[in-house]
Nanobody, 114 residues
């Protein structure tokens, strides 16, 4: 079984920063973050492979940075220059190599005030 545990959500003013962290109970090829705002579908924010290759949504590119520590199975999302439209529940996500099965954390609320 794979469990993902998240931390770091909170309330911040527009232009501020937050850092989200997620620790997996085992090694996963792909780790990342998705978010879901009220009334909207869950969307990709950023992912990183075990080799360190990254992928970002256009809406966060240049503002967010994703990284991981394979030794402790942790993925971190540094969020800078936050905007009100970044407000959402952020979910940690993981997948095994060449697998379509998703593992999800419980979600952490990020609220950006204007």
């Amino acid at each position: 079984q794979v469990h993902l545990v998240e931390s770091g959500g909170g309330l911040v003013q527009a232009g501020g920063s937050l850092t989200l962290s997620c620790t997996a109970s085992g090694n996963l090829f792909n780790l990342g973050w998705y978010r879901q705002a009220p009334g909207k579908q869950r969307e990709l924010v950023a992912t990183v492979t075990s080799a360190g290759s990254t992928n970002y949504a256009d809406s966060v590119k240049g503002r967010f940075t994703i990284s991981r520590n394979n030794a402790v199975n942790t993925v971190t999302l540094h969020m800078n220059s936050l905007k009100p439209e970044d407000t959402a529940v952020y979910y940690c996500n993981g997948r095994h190599f060449l697998s379509s099965q998703n593992y999800w954390g419980q979600g952490t609320q990020v609220t950006v005030s204007s």
